[in-house]
């Protein structure tokens, strides 16, 4: 439902600030999802989703992939980004230009003309995945914001402030759903609740998560 917090932005999608410097533009990425999906299955044939284990040896619940001349990895060495898949030795799959076009749109819609993202992190949550509180801080250049799409099932995310201990607002993000997410938020702490059992036409039991970053 439309009221005054929502600034609609055509009959389709509308725009939720949520903070400083973070905007959930609600369905945006609807009438791309199925394209996008279709790309992400050719990423993961290329580089297959795994488990990455943390530094602390926690294997994280959401499986993951990259495309992007760099992409975001985490072992026993610590998290950075890198030009190869570790885990095949090739480099992460280019990035796909409807994914980097859809990025650009949304940041530029949301206030951060120029976007141009080379780093795409391919998130899939199964039941029971989730996402502790985090600050993504392994990029170069904070000025740039981070663009995250959802696809699939839904999903409830925190965001925090700048401190982990910092009480979290909830939102519901869903299928189409884009956060762009930057300025003085942009080292803020968030992460996603655990994901509930469910189907969705598209991604069947799953949630994915692509986040866009300019890592380099
Ligand atoms: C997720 N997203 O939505 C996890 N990070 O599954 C993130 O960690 C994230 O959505 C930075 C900016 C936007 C995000
Ligand atoms: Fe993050």
């Known amino acids: 439902m439309m009221n005054d917090l929502f600034d609609s932005v055509d009959g389709e999608h509308w725009r ?3 903070a400083d410097g973070v905007v959930v533009l609600r369905r945006f990425a609807s009438p791309a999802s199925s394209a ?15 488990h990455m284990v943390t530094p602390g040896g926690h294997s994280m619940s959401a499986a993951m992939t990259c495309a992007g001349s760099l992409g975001w990895v985490t072992d026993a060495r610590g998290y950075r980004y890198q030009s190869h898949d570790p885990q095949t030795g090739e480099p992460w799959p280019a990035m796909p230009f409807t994914f980097a076009e859809l990025a650009k749109k949304a940041a530029e819609d949301a206030g951060f003309p120029g976007f141009e993202p080379d780093a795409c992190l ?16 392994d990029e170069r250049d904070f000025s740039w914001p981070i663009v995250s799409v959802s696809l699939g099932l839904p999903i409830v995310f925190q965001f925090g402030g700048r401190r982990r201990s910092d009480r979290p607002q909830r939102v519901l993000l869903e299928h189409g759903d884009v956060v762009v997410w930057g300025g003085s938020a942009r080292l803020n702490y968030h992460g996603v609740l655990t994901l509930k059992a469910g189907q969705h036409p598209l991604t069947g039991g799953y949630r994915y998560n692509l986040t866009f970053r300019k890592a380099g």
């Not at 996008?36 to 795994?50: C, K």
């Not at 391919?122 to 995945?129: E, F, I, M």
Request: proline letters at 9%; glycine letters at 6%.
């Open 16 to 18: 939720e600030p949520v």
């Open 36 to 50: 996008l999906m279709a790309t992400v299955a050719a990423i993961a044939e290329q580089a297959p989703f795994r």
């Open 122 to 137: 391919v998130n899939r949550y199964q039941p029971g995945a989730k996402m502790g509180l985090h600050q993504d801080k």
